[in-house]
């Protein structure tokens, strides 16, 4: 791609799958658009110093690690386990929490046994960071520590899990497309 014609018509070859793959990532119109414009716009600003095998695979690959980026991120909004795990300790919850339970199992038991102690009893039993401080005779601030490490461990296995799941998602819906298109 070395001319403005090549590039736009990878653009408007493009443009259109990228989107509908990028917001059924994030579920974002704006943020999907302004990630492909992200994409497009180093892809021209590097085009003489980089060399695309497969452009396709190249810009759905840019694109998933745009809105990656960007979800890393955030730290402002709440994360999928303060979520799970508010829904587990409600009681009118729509969810069985027996299903939360079993799903977070084996995430709760990669924490170190007194990580997961404090995390279950912030989350779980509602005590404050005093009341764990003083439960287990620990320091405010070592609570505060082993919570913010219990929560950042889980959400980075959350997050890795959900790009297998949606890897998983995204390739068997391509292989339906290729079944019902053959």
């Not at 994409?39 to 990656?68: D, G, P, Q, Y």
């Not at 709440?78 to 939360?100: C, M, N």
């Not at 005590?127 to 520590?145: C, F, G, P, R």
């Amino acid at each position: 791609m070395k001319t403005t014609q090549e590039f736009e018509k990878i653009y408007s070859n493009y443009w259109e799958k990228l989107y509908v793959f990028a917001y059924k990532m994030t579920g974002d119109s704006n943020l999907s658009k302004n990630i492909i414009q992200d994409v497009f716009t180093n892809l021209w600003e590097r085009r003489a110093e980089i060399n695309i095998i497969s452009i396709e695979n190249f810009l759905f690959r840019a694109v998933k690690n745009h809105i990656l980026k960007f979800y890393r991120q955030q730290k402002h909004n709440p994360s999928v386990l303060d979520e799970t795990l508010e829904k587990l300790t409600e009681e009118t919850s729509e969810y069985p929490s027996s299903d939360y339970a079993e799903f977070l199992t084996p995430l709760l038991e990669k924490l170190p046994e007194k990580r997961r102690e404090i995390l279950l009893m912030n989350k779980l039993q509602e005590m404050n960071i005093d009341q764990i401080a003083e439960e287990l005779q620990l320091s405010k601030q070592t609570v505060k520590n082993q919570l913010s490490s219990a929560l950042r461990q889980i959400r980075i296995e959350l997050a890795q899990l959900s790009w297998l799941l949606l890897g998983l998602i995204s390739g068997s819906f391509l292989l339906n497309v290729c079944l019902i298109l053959s």
